[in-house]
């Protein structure tokens, strides 16, 4: 059974490095008969997508499968470092020790490259300090693993609008960069529900063995309507006139909801969009000043025009 396996591998590597290599080249390499190439190729073709286009010609895989990297998960890393220990010794075939070896080898050395890759990526990215903490830990590393293996992550994080801190366990999904922020999209086990956690505010993050599955979560249909991270309740459709100046900038703005534009002949632009997060979308038209106008709801655009009087009688006195 043994040599079957490493033979099983062995043809996986060829066909890999030779694509189209012909049955009787693979019962060469592997040093046994064109039945027993037959025979394990049946059998591989119920794990991997081979094809073979007509007599004569030779075996290759379809589409982007390939067996490098192995992509080990830990369960399975530790399954397949317990083998030797299961397996009577003296009846495995010479080069079991060296394939073993090979193999571990391989997971480790994917392993270490993944987590200098990791490292390299949060040294790139850099994060701002919160104005309240004079030091802010960078945990954009360990949730970054997190999400690649699929580990759930042990944390305490701090709520601001309730001025509370909490122990929560959170399956990462997604990180999402918003106005020079990070967020954090994942299903929270204490609240047990999708959340979003923005990153300066965890106080400890580590990386459980705990595995997860997102099961049919989209992240898509998850932000559908929002404007930035923060979800509302209700949708409602705002129509802003930016004028020719902000116009151009408007059009390159990297959005999750689709707004439709129209240019005017005067060089200004009517921005529509349905959101369900009004103080978010606000917050956002505000930063353009007298560039921008809003036009509708009329009950906005009123309420706008009090706030702005407000601000008039304050700064007069």
Not at 112 to 118: G, K, R, T
Not at 190 to 205: A, D, H, M, N, P
Not at 207 to 219: A, E, V
Request: hydrophobic letters at 35%; one cysteine or more; charged letters at 30%.
């Amino acid at each position: 059974m043994i040599d079957k396996v490493i033979r099983i591998f062995n043809i996986i590597n060829a066909i890999q490095a030779n694509p189209g290599i012909s049955a009787k080249d693979l019962a060469f390499k592997c040093d046994v008969n064109i039945r027993t190439i037959y025979r394990d190729m049946d059998i591989l073709e119920l794990i991997a997508p081979v094809s073979r286009e007509g007599r004569g010609t030779g075996y290759r895989f379809m589409g982007k499968f390939f067996l490098y990297p192995l992509n080990f998960t830990e369960q399975e890393s530790l399954v397949f470092s317990l083998l030797p220990s299961m397996l009577d010794k003296d009846k495995l075939p010479p080069g079991f020790d060296t394939a073993y070896d090979k193999v571990m080898g391989t997971h480790r050395k994917e392993k270490s490259h993944l987590n200098n890759i990791i490292e390299d990526i949060t040294g790139i990215i850099q994060m701002g300090t919160p104005a309240y903490r004079k030091e802010s830990p960078n945990f954009l590393q360990p949730i970054i693993q997190a999400i690649l293996e699929q580990k759930t992550i042990d944390t305490v994080y701090h709520t601001q609008s309730r001025n509370e801190t909490t122990e929560r366990k959170i399956d990462p999904y997604y990180l999402v960069p918003r106005d020079q922020r990070f967020y954090l999209i994942g299903y929270c086990h204490s609240k047990q529900g999708i959340r979003t956690f923005r990153i300066s505010r965890f106080q400890k993050v580590e990386i459980m063995d705990q595995p997860f599955d997102k099961g049919d979560f989209n992240i898509k249909q998850y932000l559908k309507n929002t404007w930035s991270v923060d979800r509302g309740e209700k949708n409602i459709t705002f129509k802003v006139r930016f004028n020719a100046e902000a116009a151009r900038y408007i059009k390159e703005e990297e959005l999750f909801v689709h707004p439709r534009m129209k240019d005017e002949k005067d060089g200004s632009l009517i921005f529509e969009v349905t959101v369900n997060n009004e103080k978010e979308f606000l917050r956002w038209v505000l930063q353009y000043g007298d560039s921008a106008e809003i036009l509708e709801p009329k009950a906005v655009r009123e309420s706008l025009k009090e706030q702005l009087l407000q601000w008039i009688r304050m700064y007069q006195k």
